[in-house]
């Protein structure tokens, strides 16, 4: 009989962590960016939390523990307090739905990264989010512009994807940027001959490039028009060569 209990206590943090990482927007995306020690924590407390709202249910209306459905179950499942373990599962999921009404996935998700991100985290999801192209150097002075594909798990490690349209390094000496590719000719040709009904063995996605969050060392929004007006110097044989952004 100990060991039943056990077991039911056991399923009453069960349902408490299925609600917090499953069923409730608010909780389930700052889950990755917590210790365990804290998930666990909060699990059994939601799990022990629901546990007492159903017994206060069952005492308040007495009938619910006399009904055909509790007798079921009890017969069913061998724990003690069963009824109230898949009472607990139920509260949990519909209480986590009905915040979700008020925080759907997109904005917990923000409050999420925010909250718990950082700034590095929170300015690459926010130029996910607009499509505003961003400059990243890297600890290795290596230089990358372009758009956000896909923006930081909040887990660790992690990397973000990068559609690159320039890269290039930082100088050793000056830290000026000097661009050494420029991709985007590379995609319109290749679209153009894919429109043109050609096979063409690699797609523009396949430029996709993921870089660890934890080698980005500064990023910042890019407008070309500005740095090549502002930032980018003399013109090396009357072509301004590309810089990195207006934004430090």
């Not at 718990?116 to 961003?134: E, I, K, M, Q, T």
């Not at 679209?191 to 993921?210: H, M, P, S, T, Y």
Request: glycine share 6%.
């Amino acid at each position: 009989m100990e060991a039943l209990g056990s077991a039911a206590l056991l399923l009453f943090a069960i349902a408490g962590y299925v609600t917090l990482r499953h069923s409730c927007h608010y909780t389930k995306f700052r889950w990755e960016a917590l210790a365990w020690e804290q998930n666990a924590f909060e699990s059994a407390a939601c799990g022990f939390a629901l546990f007492l709202a159903v017994r206060l249910l069952v005492v308040l209306i007495p009938p619910l523990h006399e009904s055909g459905a509790a007798q079921l179950l009890k017969s069913a499942l061998p724990f003690p307090f069963s009824g109230s373990l898949v009472a607990a599962f139920a509260v949990g999921m519909a209480g986590g739905h009905a915040v979700n009404l008020a925080w759907n996935a997109s904005r917990s998700h923000r409050r999420a990264v925010r909250n718990h991100g950082g700034d590095l985290r929170a300015f690459l999801h926010d130029a996910a989010h607009s499509g505003n192209p961003v400059a990243l150097s890297m600890d290795t002075r290596k230089v990358y512009v372009g758009s956000v594909v896909v923006p930081p798990a909040l887990r660790e490690p992690s990397h973000v994807v990068l559609m690159p349209t320039l890269s290039g390094y930082r100088d050793e000496t000056t830290r000026q940027v000097v661009f050494t590719t420029a991709y985007e000719e590379v995609y319109e040709d290749l679209l153009r001959r894919q429109d043109a009904g050609e096979d063409v063995e690699i797609d523009v996605d396949a430029f996709q490039i993921v870089l660890p969050l934890a080698a980005i060392a500064s990023a910042n929004l890019y407008d070309n028009d500005v740095y090549l007006r502002y930032f980018s110097g003399p013109p090396e044989e009357d072509e301004p060569l590309p810089g990195e952004g207006a934004r430090h």
